[in-house]
């Protein structure tokens, strides 16, 4: 609501205001009154009110030197000047001061009521236009610090990345990550039936983080679109060991209140060099594709034997009787098929193969079943996708002569991980597609939108019928720029555009751009070019 104060020496005249005018009908708070400016000065300091009417003639301080200590010290604050004086050093001393209205007395309540509106509907734009840019500047800085990261993270896990370079990058970034021993977990997070709670996911993870106490040695980083990493740096492996214990447990907690929503994460074993992160890293990315076999919402670590997770080393071999009726492994294929990648495909098919048994893996009979089974699995999701079979069988080769050829668990290993590979091909091409379709229905939509000043990261993701924070990943993916970086470049471009073609001021060109502020449009614009709009100009016309 619009504070509003006044200062008036008469009191018949502070009382009509007061009274006459039904403040709160007009969305007005009367937040306080006085006889004088001395007595008035604190009162404002403490009320911040956004509107102050005064009188020019009061006692002990006037109106003139009241608003110029208003000004100093609150210099949003709109100031009413209410005179009986019509002389133009008075008028010109206000304007000065940078008094927004002068008024003469008298006045009706009705003329002081429509100053007041129009006053406060200028206050209420300009507060828009703030909350605008703020939540403009604060997307623009989240992502950029999440494109940061990414590089971070890449420049981690790259062979070609020396200590130096990493260190040099993180403290681009902000992060310290000199340490005696590293861990990472590998978090892993699923929801069928709503995608947005993997956005949720994401929320809870970054909040556990900064209520861990533990944001100075603990770094959240991208993984995709439904795993992140966790970078945990400490002193001692020991230390590292009860923080993570810790952080796991508030995790699973955290996401344990949520319907529908699970985990699954996988625990390196420890590094003891910034170089060797990379190594135990893909240690445990490794061990992760168990997360296929197990059960969700449990937590492995990635030095414990494959066999072990899968609990397989003394099992008995399965009956080839009861393996024709039990469905888990079908389902734990096509688990893969929507969510696995390319490079988990050859561990997937070993982790298949150690979960049917000794005995059955030498049954040429089961093995015959065992490849059946998941190719049609495959082709299955094939004809999902709208892709046909036929298709990846003239890459790799028909299902009839590789059962025929059949030999061993090997041929039909090697069988199914070509095959499964080429088919989480065509599923990611198929997801590039959509999602270029996606992507190009949001900048259609930034297209025709750009130019309004209130368009954020939210209208374009519901344009593209992506939740924010999976569309703001794959502009930036895709596009190699920040969804914010996009808009400013159009915008510019189009403020470029009309400089150059019309006679328009500064400001006009501003609110013609999609900027509803034109001091941030000149400062952007400045930033962006290196000169202000007018210089831009002049510059283009003499070259002209």
């Keep these: 609501m619009i504070k509003l104060f006044l ?24 937040c306080g009154e006085a006889g004088d400016g001395e007595l008035a000065l604190p009162l404002i300091l403490q009320q911040k009110p956004d509107i102050l009417i005064t009188d020019i003639k009061m006692p002990f301080m006037d109106g003139l030197e009241l608003a110029a200590e208003v000004k100093k010290q609150l210099p949003d604050t709109k100031i009413v000047i209410l005179s009986g004086y019509s002389e133009f050093e008075y008028a010109q001393e206000a304007l000065r001061l940078g008094v927004t209205e002068y008024l003469l007395k008298p ?25 605008a ?31 130096r370079e990493i260190l040099q990058k993180a403290e681009e970034v902000g992060i310290r990550l000199s340490a005696v021993c590293y861990r990472v977990l590998l978090v892993f997070f699923f929801c069928e039936s709503d995608y947005r709670k993997q956005d949720e996911a994401d929320e809870l993870l970054r909040s556990v983080i900064d209520g861990s ?16 990493i966790i970078l945990m740096a400490g002193q001692s492996g020991e230390e590292l060991e009860e923080e993570s214990s810790a952080l796991i447990f508030s995790i699973s907690a955290a996401m344990d209140e949520v319907e529908e929503l699970h985990y699954f994460i996988c625990i390196s074993s420890d590094a003891t060099r910034l170089s060797s992160i990379r190594r135990v890293y893909r240690e445990a990315y490794k061990t992760a594709s168990c997360r296929f076999f197990l059960p969700l919402d449990q937590t492995i670590r990635a030095d414990t034997p494959i066999p072990q997770i899968l609990n397989m080393e003394n099992r008995t071999p399965i009956n080839t009787e009861i393996a024709l009726q039990n469905g888990n492994l079908r389902t734990v294929w096509e688990n893969f098929l929507h969510t696995g990648t390319l490079s988990e495909a050859k561990d997937f098919v070993e982790g298949v193969f150690s979960s049917i048994g000794e005995s059955n893996g030498q049954s040429i009979i089961f093995l015959n079943y065992l490849t059946m089974d998941c190719y049609f699995c495959m082709a299955r999701f094939l004809k999902e996708m709208g892709r046909e079979p036929e298709d990846v069988n003239a890459a790799v080769g028909d299902i009839n002569t590789a059962v025929g050829r059949l030999k061993s668990a090997g041929d039909a290993k090697h069988y199914l ?16 597609s959509k999602n270029n379709q996606l992507l190009q229905n949001a900048l259609d939509y930034i297209d025709e939108h750009y130019t309004d000043g209130s368009l954020t990261l939210q209208d374009a993701a519901s344009a593209a019928s992506l939740s924010p924070n999976r569309f703001s990943s794959l502009f930036s993916h895709e596009m190699g720029m920040t969804f914010i970086e996009y808009l400013i470049g159009k915008r510019m471009e189009r403020a470029c555009e009309l400089l150059m073609t019309t006679d328009l001021k500064s400001f006009e060109v501003a609110y013609n751009s999609g900027y509803n502020d034109p001091h941030y449009f000149s400062t952007t614009f400045k930033k962006v070019k290196g000169m202000s709009p007018m210089e831009y100009r002049r510059r283009g016309q003499a070259q002209s």
């Design 107 to 131: 006045i009706t309540p009705k003329k002081l009521k429509e100053v007041i509106r129009k006053l406060a509907d200028s206050i209420e734009e300009e507060r828009a236009s703030k909350e």
């Design 133 to 163: 840019r703020f939540d403009l500047l604060q997307e623009e800085l989240r992502e950029k610090d999440e494109r940061d990261r990414r590089e971070l993270l890449m420049t981690i896990l790259s062979s070609e990345s020396g200590t």
């Design 7 to 30: 200062a008036e020496d008469e009191i018949a005249m502070r009382e009509g205001i007061r009274r006459h005018i039904h403040w709160e009908e007009e969305g007005i708070e009367f």
């Design 213 to 228: 106490q533990l944001e100075e040695r603990c770094f959240l980083f991208e993984h995709g679109l439904d795993s992140r």
């Design 417 to 432: 991980e070509i095959y499964l590979e080429e088919v989480i091909r065509q599923r990611d091409n198929n997801a590039t």
